[in-house]
């Protein structure tokens, strides 16, 4: 019947979805270890690339959830991969939003002296430490009921290391995590 064939078809559609993930970001992890992996800098303003973000996923949280970008209003130009920072950004919501089911979520950047600081705050279900040293590993996933390749972080780490920055977790188990990622701004701006 056609309940059934919506059905089928809509598991077809997110197994689709999934595979091509895996496959874009095993491509881009191959990209980085070889070398190869491509940065086009131009200006881009990074307050509308999290408006933009904010828009995407407001209705992706779960019941419960409030997504807020802590920098509505701001604009901030600078000279950078957009698709990179964009891909950053997204895996890091991404990330909060299938862990985090109740509270918030916040998110933004700070610009200082010479880095720009992004984070992502949630109040989700945190991870444990022993898992900390280990997610931005290939392939691992905090949760193996939870969809997704276990390469976003691996993505994001390496990415930022190639633009000489840093990212930094903190959780605690039943409370949240923070992603914190500082970029050199002499490498953007």
Do not use: W
Request: with cysteine; aromatic share 8%.
């Amino acid at each position: 019947n056609r309940e059934d064939e919506k059905l089928y078809s809509e598991i077809i559609n997110q197994n689709s979805d999934v595979l091509l993930q895996l496959i874009n970001d095993i491509l881009d992890l191959s990209k980085i270890e070889a070398g190869t992996f491509e940065y086009i800098k131009q200006p881009m303003d990074l307050g509308e690339m999290c408006r933009n973000v904010y828009e995407i996923h407001k209705g992706r949280v779960q019941e419960g959830v409030t997504l807020t970008l802590d920098n509505e209003n701001d604009s901030l130009m600078i000279n950078e991969d957009k698709n990179r920072i964009l891909q950053l950004i997204t895996n890091l919501i991404t990330n909060a939003i299938k862990f985090t089911y109740e509270g918030e979520i916040h998110f933004g950047f700070k610009l200082k002296k010479d880095y720009i600081d992004f984070y992502v705050k949630d109040t989700g279900i945190g991870i444990s430490e022993e898992k900390l040293s280990h997610i931005f590993g290939r392939f691992v996933k905090l949760n193996s009921f939870v969809q997704g390749t276990g390469l976003g972080l691996a993505i994001t780490r390496n990415s930022i290391l190639m633009h000489r920055g840093a990212i930094k977790v903190h959780s605690v188990m039943g409370e949240g995590t923070t992603f914190d990622v500082r970029i050199p701004l002499n490498y953007i701006a």
